[in-house]
């Protein structure tokens, strides 16, 4: 099996988020404190490491690219952070939701094929964020 492959999905970044077994984000939290948060490259796995008491239940967090610094939010929907992903022969954008404890996930790749994981999808409306999604360099920079 191929293994996944998370990027950054800023211009003139795209660095890999995930060398080793975790994808690894900069974050803050409504506070203003700094961390480092871990995530699974498992889509649909919300097992998620962090300093303890970091996040608060449905607090907010912002998520940032470690390697530019450049935030993950998505411009016109901040509800959800979103990430650049490759597995085998495909691409897409992966976008899921940065509030704590609330677990959605959404891949949408560039062959058109949308997929929704976890409990949370059904209450988010994403039909805008799928019109949005753009691939824009996203073949030039991860390759085919
Ligand atoms: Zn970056």
């Known amino acids: 099996m191929p293994k996944r492959k998370f990027f950054c999905p800023n211009r003139g970044c795209h660095a890999n ?5 975790k994808i690894v984000l900069k974050a803050r939290n409504e506070n203003g ?4 948060i871990l995530l699974s490259p498992q889509v649909g796995n919300y097992t998620v ?37 490759r597995y085998g022969e495909s691409q897409a954008v992966v976008y899921f939701s940065r509030v704590k404890g ?12 949308t997929r929704a994981f976890g409990p949370d999808v ?16 996203m073949k030039n920079s991860l390759g085919a």
């Open 49 to 85: 490491f962090m300093e303890e008491d970091f996040l608060c239940d449905e607090e907010r967090v912002r998520l940032f690219c470690p390697v530019c610094g450049e935030s993950l939010l998505v411009v016109d929907d901040d509800r959800f952070a979103h990430v650049w992903m």
């Open 122 to 137: 059904d209450s988010l409306d994403i039909e805008d964020l799928a019109a949005t999604t753009s691939f824009k360099g």
């Open 17 to 21: 988020l995930n060398p080793g077994t």
């Open 33 to 36: 404190k700094e961390g480092i």
């Open 102 to 113: 609330e677990h959605a996930t959404f891949v949408i790749a560039t062959s058109g094929d």
